[in-house]
């Protein structure tokens, strides 16, 4: 279990990308959605496996995250707030086309 405070820069993992998204939710004014939940993340996907997880993570986050807010960011916008959780807040060199794939996928 890992605590996550989105205003302190000291998280890691993977609560280091949720942070991010609520980080980004909170800049788009969509935010912060909560004053606490409980989030589980499961995946057998091993890190750096180069199959976008980081993306689906980040895009899943961002959608929860707004739907418990205010639910009013359109998937565009949901992939932009994933990107800039990864690329700004996490560091990942990424472009935006993992969670434009994620984010529009029907």
Do not use: N
């Amino acid at each position: 279990m890992q605590r996550i405070d989105y205003r302190s820069a000291g998280v890691s993992g993977p609560g280091a990308y949720v942070a991010g998204v609520m980080r980004e939710l909170a800049a788009a004014g969509a935010g912060p959605p909560c004053r606490g939940a409980r989030v589980a993340i499961a995946s057998d996907v091993p890190v750096g496996a180069g199959l976008a997880s980081s993306a689906a993570l980040t895009v899943a986050a961002a959608r929860a995250l707004d739907l418990l807010g205010s639910g009013r960011l359109t998937a565009r916008q949901l992939a932009g707030v994933a990107f800039r959780a990864e690329h700004d807040h996490v560091g990942v060199r990424c472009g935006i086309m993992d969670q434009m794939s994620a984010a529009l996928a029907r």
